[in-house]
């Protein structure tokens, strides 16, 4: 059987489906699922390419999943409750499962970056978004939740060519 998986053959997940405005920023990343390639189970990687101007997320954490990045390409800023660093090749950086420490990663540079994430997979997940009224819950039947409960209703992918 052969293992090698070849990225060129995957098909790309463009977009947010973070309802609007909050999918504004992220409309153009573009993430492949190295690790539904590979079938597995336990943790989940994809490669994830932010042209300029693009953001990973919203500012989050998770309550149950780590996630860990290294950066493959390109420069990005990654951005927590502690201020920005500047990530470049070879650069990583984790996060753990229940701490509050919002993160995401904006490409401000003038060429795409390429980053890989790794994250636990659980059955269920929560967290929040630091910045804004949103939260998620994958066992509440809706997929983002303002964080007093109520869920968000307009929740579908939108790429960059989308209004």
Known sequence: MVKRID???LPETIG???PPPFDKPCRARVRQKLGDAAGLTQFGINLLRLPPGVWSSQRHWHTEQDEFVYVLS???VLITNDGEEILKPGDCAGFNAGDKNGHHLQ???AGDALVLEIGTRTKSERGEYSDIDMAFDTGAGARFLHKDGRPYTDSK???PNDP
């Open 7 to 9: 990225p060129a053959n």
């Open 74 to 76: 390109g420069e990005i």
């Open 157 to 159: 992918r939108r790429g």
């Open 107 to 109: 490409n401000r540079g």
């Open 16 to 18: 947010s489906l973070y």
